[in-house]
């Protein structure tokens, strides 16, 4: 089933509500079913939804700026030319626990690709941002939003921040090219979507 642009927000809304009832669960349904092919755009069973949006139907670029747990300041333009992930979590988020792993093993496996990793913590402050990426050996940076409307504001429009876990992929653009609304059931299935942008003008 194929998801326009126009329709989204009620699959995401919908997505986000079952994911945020939802208890952790390993998605392995969820990650054989993209295996299988071309379903591009979908709610699995579990609310997880998985959208891929055609590079004639997406939004304008996202314009941000933010402070990460190091205190070092990032911006979209520190990516420019790049396919970037961007990952909305928090340290006491149950289904952000469980798929750290994962999304982990999708930055490592695209290593020497043109693609950054960035987290969007939504709830903590830097030394819990700090220690989760230790405990859960996540190696890629993230932006504290708790304090920042800004930040918040410039992802508005993509996501609501409140269905977290949700991974966007941006485009080298910086247009948002897929997202995973609740938590990623495999790494293979956001390798994918991220190779899938990068084949883009290629």
């Not at 939004?59 to 990032?74: L, M």
């Not at 952000?96 to 903590?124: H, M, W």
Request: charged letters at 20%; proline letters at 5%; glycine letters at 8%.
């Amino acid at each position: 089933m194929r998801f326009r642009p126009r329709r989204l927000a009620a699959a995401l809304v919908a997505g986000a509500l079952a994911v945020n009832l939802a208890a952790c669960s390993a998605n392995d349904s969820l990650a054989d079913q993209y295996r299988e092919g071309s379903n591009k755009g979908y709610i699995g069973a579990d609310g997880v939804a998985v959208i891929e949006t055609p590079p004639a139907e997406r939004s304008d670029p996202i314009v941000f700026t933010g402070v990460s747990e190091t205190g070092k300041t990032v911006t979209n333009e520190d990516y420019a030319g790049q396919v970037l992930v961007v990952n909305f979590w928090y340290a006491a988020c149950g289904p952000c626990i469980v798929e750290a792993p994962r999304l982990e093993k999708s930055y490592e496996d695209l290593q020497g690709e043109n693609v950054s990793f960035l987290g969007i913590n939504t709830y903590d402050q830097a030394p819990t941002a700090a220690s989760f990426a230790k405990d859960n050996g996540i190696s890629y940076p993230s932006l504290l939003a708790v304090d920042d409307s800004k930040l918040k504001l410039s992802f508005a429009d993509a996501t609501p921040l409140t269905a977290t876990p949700t991974t966007l992929v941006l485009d080298k653009q910086g247009r948002v090219a897929a997202r995973i609304v609740g938590e990623l059931g495999d790494a293979s299935i956001l390798t994918t979507l991220v190779r899938d942008a990068l084949k883009e003008g290629s």
